[in-house]
Nanobody
């Protein structure tokens, strides 16, 4: 069982930055693929960025060049650095862990609001 706890969300003006963190319990964090998803009101949840256990990284096109995903296996934590934020980035951001057997874990989400 893995528990994921996100933090770092908040209200920011357009063009600003936020850094999300997702702390995971358990001793095999390094074996999981870690992802950040988001869900805006009235929209489906979408994958924003993923970093695999082998540090392969992918982003959705809309955040390329603005967001950076990283992981610190010693701290059981995955990060999402978000720069040049836009109003359309407003959403609840969720952390996900998968790739160890059938397991698929989600955090509770953290709200990101980009508004002037």
């Amino acid at each position: 069982q893995v528990q994921l706890v996100e933090s770092g969300g908040g209200l920011v003006q357009p063009g600003g930055s936020l850094r999300l963190s997702c702390a995971a319990s358990g001793s095999i964090f390094r074996l999981y693929n870690m992802g950040w998803y988001r869900q805006a009101p009235g929209k489906q949840r979408e994958l924003v960025a993923v970093i695999t256990r082998n540090n392969r990284i992918n982003y959705v096109d809309s955040v390329k060049g603005r967001f950076t995903i990283s992981r610190d296996n010693a701290k059981n934590t995955v990060y999402l650095q978000m720069n040049s934020l836009k109003p359309e980035d407003t959403a609840v951001y969720y952390c996900n862990a998968n790739g160890v057997g059938p397991s698929d874990y989600w955090g509770q989400g953290t709200q990101v609001t980009v508004s002037s």
